[in-house]
């Protein structure tokens, strides 16, 4: 149990709203990613976090945006949801070498 | 541009058998490289990494092998046994950079996965 949990597992939205991913470690961990996995294309890196208030840009951050207030959590949020955001989103964190990934959210937007 | 590629979409290995997956890669900055397993529903689970100062690194049935000069790295199970069966993700990282105060952050870029299929 790599002690990160993501909330909601699933959710289902319409094109234009806002949704709110969140992600959340118990062990203060500095370093948490958002990733997309999508068919063909692996995992893909949305944004990171380097501590509280220090993010920035992955490969594919176009129409998202993240927060980090405390170390515990990192959200990322879909301002105007998308057909194309209907993905499988995985957070992350940084375990010495390792990278460990939270259980997913199913997200659908239609 | 894909810096890290797993050039077979799928690979089918009778139980008992060695299965073997490949990935490539092009960026040299990249020292660190790490295989994961991911089943449907669940997210990816970590396997087993290896340095670019290594060129083996084996944990029980589980042995990665890195060829640096050809960018190519890959991943034995033996024996494989059905419950393998999920999707491989190889993924590799600059971690030099990072522990040196680099601007890494650990992030790792991923393969498009290998879907391994054992036949009892």
């Known amino acids: 149990d790599a002690g990160i949990t993501q909330s909601p597992r699933h959710k289902v939205t319409e094109t234009g709203t806002p949704v709110t991913l969140r992600c959340h470690q118990t062990?203060?961990?500095?370093?948490m990613y958002w990733y997309r996995q999508d068919p063909g294309h692996g995992l893909r890196l949305i944004h990171y976090s380097y501590g509280v208030k220090d993010t920035d840009k992955g490969e594919v951050s176009d129409g998202y945006s993240v927060s980090r207030s405390k170390t515990e959590d990192f959200l990322l949020t879909l301002e105007s949801a998308t057909s194309s955001q209907t993905s499988v989103y995985f957070c992350?964190?940084?375990?010495?070498?390792?990278?460990?990934f939270g259980e997913g959210s199913w997200l659908t937007v239609v | 541009d894909q810096q890290v590629k797993q050039n077979s979409p799928s690979l089918s290995v009778q139980e008992g058998r060695i299965s073997i997956l490949n990935c490539d890669y092009t960026n040299s900055m990249f020292d660190y490289f790490l295989w994961y397993k991911k089943y449907p529903a669940e997210g990816p689970t970590f396997l087993i990494s290896?340095?670019?100062?290594?060129d083996k690194n084996e944990d029980g049935r589980f042995t990665v092998f890195l060829n640096k000069s050809a960018k190519h790295l890959s991943l034995h199970i033996v024996p494989s046994q059905p419950g393998d069966s999920a999707v491989y993700f190889c993924?590799?990282?600059?971690?030099?950079?990072?522990?040196?105060?680099?601007?890494?952050?650990?992030?790792?870029?991923f393969g498009q996965g290998t879907i391994l299929t054992v036949h009892p």
């Open positions: 290896i340095s670019s100062i290594k």
């Open positions: 992350a964190m940084k375990v010495g070498n390792t990278i460990y």
């Open positions: 993924a590799a990282t600059a971690l030099t950079r990072l522990n040196a105060g680099g601007t890494s952050y650990g992030k790792l870029t």
């Open positions: 062990e203060n961990h500095r370093y």
